[in-house]
């Protein structure tokens, strides 16, 4: 009786079981996934509503540069209106470069760069590009181990059916890999 009994316990119950715990990895390393998006996501609007007051400082002191503001303001409206993850990557890496381009202006106005609320602007932003870059390297981690596990069996013969699919790694884009040019 109890060799039956082991035995339908392996044949039925055991892989019942063992599918089950697949499913909930799966689910467990999507839903960390999802959440490192989220915090990226909240980090990248703090940013970009920080854009405006920076925008406006710069303003008063340069003028003549009209051209930046308009990289950097266009930049910042891409990024907000992105839908996916990444077409948000790739717009955020445009508003480092422009964002990089008017801190390469300012060095030309040493009033600008005196000014208290461009400090203090300059310093949120330096805090809050800090944060996305390790949060980033933590979104990537858990990119990485989800999607692992996609790939290696057995759950890769589940992953699929349970509607599981790989995750983007938020990377830089080609044209970020290269410093920016700035010319006067």
């Known amino acids: 009786m109890v060799i039956v009994?082991?035995?339908l316990f392996l044949l039925f119950i055991?892989?019942?079981i063992f599918i089950v715990f697949i499913y909930n990895r799966l689910v467990s390393q999507k839903n960390s996934v999802d959440e490192k998006y989220s915090q990226i996501d909240v980090l990248l609007t703090k940013r970009a509503d920080l854009i405006p007051n920076l925008v406006e400082t710069v303003k008063?002191?340069?003028?003549?540069?009209?051209?930046?503001?308009?990289n950097v303001t266009a930049h910042r409206a891409s990024m907000i209106g992105a839908k996916d993850a990444g077409d948000k990557f790739k717009a955020s890496e445009g508003l480092s470069g422009a964002l990089k381009s008017l801190f390469a202006v300012v060095e030309n106005y040493p009033d600008l760069k005196a000014d208290s609320s461009f400090r203090d602007l300059q310093a949120q932003l330096a805090q809050v590009e800090s944060e996305i870059v390790q949060t980033r390297m933590?979104?990537?981690?858990?990119?990485?181990?989800?999607?692992?596990?996609?790939?290696?069996f057995p759950a890769n013969m589940f992953a699929s059916s349970f509607g599981h699919d790989r995750r983007p790694f938020y990377e830089a884009v080609e044209e970020k890999k290269e410093p920016p040019k700035v010319s006067f």
């Not at 008063?60 to 308009?70: C, I, P, Q, T």
């Open 14 to 16: 055991a892989p019942i």
């Open 5 to 7: 009994f082991l035995f």
């Open 138 to 152: 933590v979104y990537n981690q858990q990119v990485k181990s989800y999607n692992t596990l996609q790939e290696t």
């Open 60 to 70: 008063g002191y340069a003028k003549h540069e009209k051209n930046v503001l308009e």
